[in-house]
């Protein structure tokens, strides 16, 4: 690849492009705090002081990777949301399940995004990051809505909310550590594990119903 500075925009989106191609095959291979900038560098075919053309640190790269995976899921979601002929709680539940189970990349990027992506960055990278979820969070809220229209706006904004602290806790519970995972398959530990999309449909069906009663009785 040639990685002469990019002028024009469709040069610099080429660039972010394999930028993100590259974070997104090392996260599949390794944890976040084992990856760093040369690495990412490396991966995209660049030189590390290149890349710092178009991000200036290893945690912007990931909440453009994060914005990335949340926009192609939820394209994902409408379309499957949109061939649900009578939504229900339980239906509207499987369908972000589903999808979900597509988007393993994007589980963990939710792990990660509170404790360690949006920390130790500037003031004008996390407004530009949070600026960026205005419309995916409108998008999300939205969609919720139009499948079950009984619940409020303000309902189903805080299921967007809960939804991802739901994902975000029980991903690295579902996904032990190997010395856990040995663990618990003894047989006597079985109640500590976690079948995550499992129990992600089962919450989110409560969730959903208890909102749907809340909406009614308000």
């Known amino acids: 690849m040639n ?9 610099k989106a080429e660039r972010m492009n394999a930028i993100l191609d590259a974070a997104a095959s090392l996260f599949d291979e390794k ?6 900038m040369r690495d990412v560098a490396e991966r995209a075919g660049v030189g590390k002081a290149s890349l710092y053309h178009y991000v200036k640190t290893k945690e912007e790269v990931f909440l453009s990777l994060y914005g ?5 899921w939820l394209e994902g979601l409408e379309k499957r949301l949109g061939r649900l002929r009578k ?3 339980e239906r509207v539940a499987a369908a972000l399940v589903d999808e979900l189970k597509l988007h393993p990349r994007l589980c963990r990027l939710k792990v990660v995004l509170s404790l360690v992506l949006e920390r130790n960055l500037s003031d004008e990278a996390i407004a530009e990051f949070k600026e960026s979820l205005l419309g995916p969070t409108d998008h999300f809220v939205a969609m919720i809505h139009q499948s079950l229209p009984q619940l409020s706006h303000v309902a189903a ?3 967007l909310f809960q939804y991802h602290a739901l994902v975000a806790g029980l991903w690295p519970m579902a996904h032990p550590t190997k010395q856990l995972a040995a663990i618990i398959r003894e047989a006597k530990y079985s109640q500590f594990r976690v079948d995550f999309y499992a129990l992600l449909q089962r919450t989110l069906v409560t969730l959903l119903q208890s909102k749907e009663k809340g909406s009614q009785h308000a």
């Open 3 to 11: 990685w002469q500075r990019a002028r024009r925009p469709a040069q």
């Open 31 to 36: 944890e976040l705090s084992e990856i760093s």
């Open 68 to 72: 990335h995976e949340l926009e192609v």
């Open 87 to 89: 939504p229900t709680p």
């Open 157 to 159: 904004k805080d299921f």
